[in-house]
Structures are given as structure tokens and as C-alpha cells.
């Protein structure tokens, strides 16, 4: 079972330089290009993998016992000189690299002599903490960067490791017998003066418009939302506060299906995930229909036509995820494993219960018609539509 199906990625260079080309300026932060990961084995797969998932965030908490100046922004392929394509996952914090490609110590490199890992649902690393240079490419370059190196990796594919850019104290446990948190990429760019604040912006395309995203350390980039970008405090509701957490309802039209709860904002999540209950009364008022060979819900075409939006109430503000939104890219069903003609929606059972604390995962699919910034500084959460919120690439 692969780790997750689809996934924003990053080239990046760990104890060497990046030559990348400039782009034009914008706002406060630094832009990165991101691409897409697709690596899908069946549709069943992603429901399994994105459970899997979901039960490893639930319960990470417990088991880990977790109660300057701005500079200008300049876009850069990243791809072109780097050496590693790493996952970027908001909902976890270790960077670690060798899944696929064997890490050679440079004279950057010092091993710290201490075991680390992690698991992800799906996948998990072990291997040997070292600290290194690690260059993202247009000056972020980040000097001693706690990154695991993997001896031993379990349901990877096509990928080098994790950048993960969650919550520090997602590290809390991760190092073998120590219980301190590990500065991520983040709060290493931030604390060494390369970025103004301690946040993350993250854009993204649909499939079918264009696989390929950007990510902003530092800030947002105004470019690539329209409207104006709404922030919320991440939630103070465990265990959706460990995470980056926000307190949301949901409904389909007009009609409720999740009264304010909490839940997370993940990229590494491939679906949108619902409390069980939500789930059923999102398949009830859209008429939707299990299908028994996939496992995701399905809809005729007359069905699709009728869809309604569906509308995901976040700090005052509703972001509305369209028909097409709401429905997977159909020139890929026969990759997923499914029908040609058939249409299947993104939405799927988190297996639990709303009230207890996690009752949503707003994934990959959301997130590529939204955009997003994960603010440490402010620990807060923006979001704004995007060009492609209502697109009808699907």
C-alpha cells in the first residue's frame, strides 16, 4: 500500500547548492515550485491509505503524550539542479530522506549518533538522525537541519522521503530517548533570519489544469488567491489542536451536514475525509451510492448535474467546494481502477464518530482548490479561493 496517492512534491538539495532561475517578485515570503506526485493503485487503496492515515493522526498524539525583516519573494524552478523529491506533509514535522535515493554525508553532514522515526498510517521511516545544510533552492538555505536518514522505509515509492512542515511538537518522541521537539525547516528558515515569519503559504492546481503548485516560506504570496485570504486560530479542541486544526461545519446546499467540530487541514491526505455520521448525511442528501467493486461513493450523471455545493464554514467565512470540485479527474477513473463513464466523489468515511475531537480531514482535494497559509508565528490558518476554485477541469 503506498503511503498516500497524490501529493504536493519538492526537489531540494541536502549538503550541496541548487542553481535555480529567478522569477518575477511578490509579496513577503519566498516562492518555491511544487509539482504533483500521482501514484495511485486503485480506488480502494487511497480509501485505505487516507484511514490509515487518519487513525495514525488521531492517535499520534497520545502516544507521543503531547498535551526580522521581510524579503521580497522570488519564484524558482526547483527542479532544475536538485537531488531529492521529497513529499511536502502538513501533517507531520521530521524532514528525513533515503526511501529512494541513498544519502551521502558531505563535509556539511554530522551524524548525531541518535535513532529517529516515524510513522504515517500507510508508511514509516527509521533510520540515524544527522544535521546538515539542506538548500531549498533561491537562498533558503538552512544550516544544521535536524534530518532523518532512513535505513529503513516502509510503503514509499518514487520518493526520497518527507519535508514536513506541521507542528514542532509533531517531533516530540521521534529522536530515541529524548523527549524534546526538533526544529523544522520552518523554524530553522525563520530563527536563522532567511524568512520574516514562521509560516508556509501553499498553492496548488487541479489535476487537469496544470500539476504543478508553489509554496511561499515567509508568507503569502497575493498572486495566487483572489478575494481576500481569512484567517482562523488553529482550533483549541484536541487532538485537532496538535495538528493544523480549525473548527468547521459543513453543509450540502442547504442542508447541514457537520455542526461546528473540529478537525485538521492535511496534504497528505488524498480524500476529504467525514465523521461517519456526516459521511451518511452527505450520501443521503446527494442520492450517492457505495460501489461495491471501488469503495467510493458514485453518482449518475443526472445525479451530477443536480450536485449542490458543498459548503465547509470556517471562522465566519464559507469556502464552497463546487460539483466539480467535489468529484474525482474523470480521464483518470481508469487509473484508479474504475469505470470510464462513471463519476466518483472525493469525499469519503473517516470511520469515527463526529465529537471526538477529530472529526474531518480537509485534504489534498480541498486544498487544490483553495489556497493556504499554516502561520506559526500567529498560530492561526488562512484561506482564500484561488483561479481554480470553481474550475471545471474534472
Same mark, same amino acid.
Given at each position: ?26 509579496d513577503s ?21 487516507d ?30 539542479g ?29 551524524d ?25 533552492g ?14 529503513e ?6 520518493q ?10 509533531l ?10 521537539t ?10 536563522q ?18 500539476? +504543478?503548485?508553489?509554496?511561499? %516560506?515567509g *508568507?503569502?504570496?497575493? &498572486?495566487l /488567491?483572489?478575494?481576500d485570504?481569512?484567517?482562523? #486560530? ?44 456526516a ?13 461495491q467493486?471501488t ?12 450536485l ?22 474523470? +480521464?483518470?477513473?481508469?487509473? %484508479?481502477? *474504475?469505470?470510464?463513464? &462513471?463519476? /466518483? ?6 470511520? #469515527? ?8 480531514i480537509?485534504?489534498?482535494?480541498f ?28
Open positions: 500500500m503506498v503511503l498516500t496517492q497524490s501529493l504536493f512534491c519538492l526537489m531540494l538539495t541536502v549538503g550541496g547548492t541548487v542553481s535555480a532561475l529567478p522569477q518575477p517578485l511578490r515570503g519566498i516562492n518555491l515550485s511544487i509539482a504533483a506526485k500521482l501514484n495511485f493503485s486503485g480506488l480502494t487503496s487511497i480509501i485505505e491509505a484511514r490509515a492515515r487518519a487513525h495514525r493522526l488521531k492517535n499520534h498524539v497520545n502516544l507521543l503524550g503531547l498535551a526580522g525583516g521581510k524579503r521580497q519573494t522570488t519564484n524558482v524552478d526547483v527542479t532544475n536538485a537531488v531529492n523529491t521529497l513529499l511536502i506533509d502538513t501533517g507531520s514535522s521530521n524532514t528525513w530522506v533515503g526511501a529512494g535515493k541513498k544519502y551521502v554525508p558531505t563535509s556539511s553532514s554530522k548525531t549518533g541518535k535513532a529517529v522515526s516515524d510513522t504515517y498510517g500507510g508508511g514509516a521511516f527509521s533510520g540515524e538522525e544527522y544535521t546538515d545544510k539542506v538548500d531549498l533561491n537562498g533558503l538555505v538552512i544550516n544544521s537541519q535536524s534530518i532523518g536518514v532512513a535505513n522505509t516502509r510503503g514509499f515509492s518514487g526520497d522521503g518527507i519535508l514536513g512542515i506541521g507542528p514542532t511538537d517531533t516530540r518522541g521521534s529522536i530515541e530517548g529524548s523527549d524534546e526538533v526544529p523544522t525547516v520552518v523554524d530553522n528558515l525563520a530563527s533570519g532567511t524568512i520574516g515569519s514562521n509560516a508556509v503559504g501553499m498553492f496548488f492546481a487541479p489535476y487537469e489544469e496544470d500539476a +504543478s503548485g508553489v509554496l511561499t %516560506f *508568507g503569502a504570496d497575493s &498572486s /488567491y483572489t478575494g485570504l481569512h484567517y482562523t #486560530s488553529v482550533t483549541k479542541t484536541s487532538p485537532a489542536n496538535q495538528y493544523w486544526g480549525v473548527d468547521q461545519s459543513i453543509s450540502y446546499g442547504n442542508t447541514n451536514i457537520l455542526s461546528q467540530n473540529a478537525g485538521i487541514i492535511d496534504s497528505g491526505t488524498s480524500m476529504i475525509l467525514l465523521a461517519s455520521d459521511y451518511e448525511a452527505y450520501q443521503k442528501a446527494t442520492g450517492a451510492v457505495e460501489d467493486r469503495g467510493f461513493l458514485t453518482l449518475s450523471k443526472e445525479q451530477y448535474g443536480n449542490q455545493p458543498l459548503n465547509f464554514n470556517i471562522g465566519g467565512n464559507t469556502f464552497a467546494l463546487s460539483a466539480n470540485g467535489q468529484i474525482w479527474p474523470r +480521464s483518470l477513473n481508469t487509473a %484508479f481502477g *474504475g469505470d470510464e463513464d &462513471s463519476v /466518483y466523489l472525493v469525499i469519503g468515511d473517516l470511520g #469515527s464518530q463526529s465529537g471526538d475531537g477529530f472529526d474531518f480537509n485534504g489534498y482535494t486544498m487544490e482548490r483553495f489556497y493556504a497559509v499554516f502561520d506559526t508565528t500567529n498560530s492561526r490558518i488562512g484561506l482564500a479561493n484561488t483561479q481554480y476554485t470553481n474550475s471545471e477541469s474534472n
